[in-house]
């Protein structure tokens, strides 16, 4: 049996990177997640990879771009600010069909705002924060375990079906240390032919690019209806949440990372009151559990969402929950601030 090892979410990350195969890491420094570069500085070097400081956050994720089109298992990290500049690099590599893996350790904005965690990200990460019609696989653990568990995830769903995917926490899971048991170290990294590897007699010339110029006019249309299959088909078979207590649920609460940890202590208090409260927790918040959380709300009286922020994750649960406008209920704390217990139980014991 795999030994637990106590370790900080970031430097798990960083680790579960390692083991997932990825060689290449380029990033700039930001709090709340530098931890990951300062690790990967130390690891990468130890297993005959490459890490490189960055400029800047652009040209980080255009050495990113260059690194998944040569065929490897490439990263890079930041927080909430530096994903915003990444944006015109993440919309490049979803035209081009270029897997990678993006951390975002979220903190308190807008703008540079302050170094606390948050999750005021939420829109930009499901929402695509660039240009043009394109999806963003979103995954957002809970634990460190996870965090160590889904970044392993995140490069096997990269490339399977070429595409970004963005582990987004907050400042608080990546400074956290738990009890982690580490990933088994993947063996045998899958063949892309589809790579610039150079062209030999048995190989033809590839060409990656995110500029779709054809000879008619519907070139690009036939290049995105194209990825939209392909994001059909990561909705359909890539969805991960957790319910916990809501199958005879009067009250569900939804929330994800750090303000999930919260919700589940107050269903615990609530059960223990005689209060039938459940927690769902969406981990990928892209594709997000629409059927899943559906069911999970069908029968509660009220839903409430809480969220790090003034409200975004809430809209979805709004949306997909099956409930009227009225029947969902939200509490937020923006800037920072991690969700109230009490503030939380106050409101479901209102509820009843």
């Known amino acids: 049996m795999s030994k637990k090892i106590l370790m900080k979410g970031n430097e798990a990350i960083g680790e579960a990177a390692v ?14 997640q530098n931890e990951i570069p300062a690790y990967m500085s130390k690891r990468l070097p130890q297993v005959g990879g490459t890490f490189l400081q960055a400029e800047s956050e652009i040209a980080a994720v255009n050495m990113v771009m260059g690194a998944s089109a ?28 270029l897997p990678a893996v993006i951390v975002n350790m979220m903190r308190g904005g807008p703008g540079l705002g302050n170094i606390a965690g948050a999750q005021g990200d939420y829109f930009q990460a499901t929402r695509g924060g660039g240009n043009g019609d394109y999806h963003v696989v979103v995954i957002a653990p809970g634990t460190v375990q996870e965090l ?24 608080y899971l990546g400074q956290m240390a738990e009890p982690c048991v580490l990933p088994e170290a993947v063996a045998d990294l899958p063949a892309k032919p589809w790579a610039l590897t150079g062209k030999t007699p048995d190989r033809e010339a590839h060409i990656i690019a995110s500029l779709k110029l054809g000879k008619d006019d519907a070139y690009l249309s036939r290049h995105v209806r194209a990825l939209e299959e392909n ?3 990561i909705a359909s078979s890539e969805v991960i949440y957790e319910n916990y207590l809501c199958d005879d649920a009067d009250f569900v609460l939804c929330a994800y990372g750090t303000s999930a940890r919260v919700c589940k202590k107050a269903v615990k208090i609530l059960r223990s009151e005689g209060i039938k409260a459940g927690l769902f927790r969406p981990v990928t918040l892209w594709p997000f559990p629409e059927n899943e959380i559906e069911a999970a709300c069908g029968k509660a009286k009220k839903v409430l969402a809480v969220e790090m922020s003034l409200g975004q994750m809430v809209q979805d649960v709004r949306l ?12 937020g704390e923006p800037g920072g601030i991690i969700p109230k217990l009490d503030v939380i139980l106050e409101k479901v014991r209102s509820y009843v």
Do not use: H, W
């Open 19 to 32: 083991l997932a195969g990825c060689r290449y890491y380029f990033a700039y420094p930001i709090t709340p």
């Open 70 to 97: 040569s065929g490897a298992r490439v990263m890079t990290s930041s927080s909430s600010p530096g994903i915003s500049l990444k944006q015109e690099g993440i919309s490049y590599l979803s035209g081009a069909q």
């Open 148 to 171: 160590a568990d889904y970044t392993v995830k995140a490069f096997e769903i990269a490339d399977k079906y070429r595409v970004v995917v963005m582990i987004l926490g907050d400042g």
């Open 231 to 233: 994001y059909k088909k």
């Open 320 to 331: 997909y929950s099956g409930k009227r406008k009225n029947e969902v209920d939200f509490y």
